[in-house]
């Protein structure tokens, strides 16, 4: 079982920028492709960015160029950073290891952006 904890989330004006930051117990976390999700009302979840073990990264195309996803093995933490934050990216934020997801997800951390 792997617990995940997420934080950094608040309320934002567009054109802003937030940090967001995942702590996983699992112990082997430096082995795992690692994601960023995120969940707006009404619609599924999606896969937002992904740094792999080998620190390469990959980002759906609506948040190329203004997120940025990065890891700490040590700490065992994957973070996220967010600039020129726009109404759309309003949803709840979720890190779980890359597609296959592990079955546990933590709470996730609310990112409001107001326009």
């Known amino acids: 079982q792997v617990q995940l904890v997420e934080s950094g989330g608040g309320l934002v004006q567009a054109g802003g920028s937030l940090r967001l930051s995942c702590a996983a117990s699992?112990?082997?976390?430096?082995?795992?492709?690692m994601g960023w999700y995120r969940q707006a009302p009404g619609k599924q979840r999606e896969l937002v960015a992904v740094?792999?073990?080998?620190?390469?990264?990959n980002y759906a195309d609506d948040v190329k160029g203004r997120f940025t996803i990065s890891r700490d093995n040590a700490k065992r933490t994957v973070y996220l950073q967010m600039n020129s934050l726009k109404p759309d990216d309003t949803a709840v934020y979720y890190c779980?290891?890359?597609?296959?997801?592990?079955?546990?997800w933590g709470q996730g951390t609310q990112v409001t952006v107001s326009s």
């Open positions: 779980n290891k890359s597609p296959p997801p592990w079955n546990d």
């Open positions: 699992a112990s082997i976390f430096r082995i795992y492709n």
């Open positions: 740094i792999r073990s080998d620190y390469s990264t």
